[in-house]
């Protein structure tokens, strides 16, 4: 079978931002699941990684996590200018979805599913749980 001339699926990319590292979860727009992907590290090879995937898994859309508290804002301020970044880097829409309990959410899941080394899978679950909020609540 010719996979040129097969129809590719849009997927979308949900990113728990962190200084040191960073959540990825998938999903498609057909099935509206999200999946944790994986964690990439906040470094200098962080965009080059992330080209691969937009370009290998045909991302359309990336959802970032961002809060809406107060108390947050200079992290915030960042997760702007880090979405700018990849605007601009891909020409790839980016989102922001309010991430507030997102990385408690995950540690309460990977605890629940009897999850060893919690830490190691949190960010990516994260990621999850933010790319799913968003397709659950978004017509696209």
Do not use: C
Not at 33 to 39: E, K
């Amino acid at each position: 079978m010719d996979n040129e001339n097969m129809p590719q699926l849009s997927s979308f990319l949900g990113l728990d931002f962190g200084r040191s590292k960073i959540g990825l979860a998938i999903a498609d727009g057909e099935t509206r699941m999200a999946f944790a992907f994986d964690t990439l590290r906040n470094d200098k090879d962080f965009y080059v990684k992330l080209a691969e995937i937009i370009s290998q898994k045909n991302i359309v859309k990336i959802i970032i996590g961002a809060t809406r508290h107060d108390k947050d804002l200079d992290g915030n301020e960042e997760k702007i200018i880090f979405g700018k970044e990849i605007e601009n880097r891909y020409k790839v829409q980016v989102e922001f979805f309010d991430e507030m309990f997102s990385t408690k959410m995950a540690h309460e899941n990977l605890k629940l599913r009897g999850g060893k080394n919690i830490a190691q899978f949190d960010d990516q679950e994260a990621a999850r749980i933010i790319l799913q909020g968003w397709l659950d609540g978004s017509a696209f």
